[in-house]
């Protein structure tokens, strides 16, 4: 089993940044790959970008030059850097690990005003 916990949600004027943080712990050898994904009100839940074990890592489009995904394995920690932050960022954000199986965190609501 692998836990998940996020934290460094909140609320920001849009083009501010904030910084989420996932910490995993458990049987964190099984994973391959961590990401981030948010769900919207009314909307399903969409990749947010993903970074391999090896760092590679892959982004949406949406947030593509304004997001930065990066891991300390020493801190068994993935962080999700988001600059220039919209309204329709607006979302909960979930941390996802991926091995033989998915593990997601229970999500940090991001709230950006206008």
């Known amino acids: 089993q692998v836990q998940l916990v996020e934290s460094g949600g909140g609320l920001v004027q849009a083009g501010g940044s904030l910084r989420l943080s996932c910490v995993a712990s458990g049987s964190i050898f099984r994973i391959n790959l961590m990401g981030w994904y948010r769900q919207a009100p009314g909307k399903q839940r969409e990749l947010v970008a993903t970074i391999t074990k090896g760092g590679i890592t892959n982004y949406a489009d949406s947030v593509k030059g304004r997001f930065t995904i990066s891991g300390d394995n020493a801190r068994n920690t993935v962080y999700l850097q988001m600059n220039r932050l919209k309204v329709e960022d607006t979302a909960v954000y979930y941390c996802?690990?991926?091995?033989?199986?998915?593990?997601w965190g229970k999500g940090t609501l991001v709230t950006v005003s206008s």
């Open positions: 996802r690990a991926e091995g033989s199986m998915y593990y």
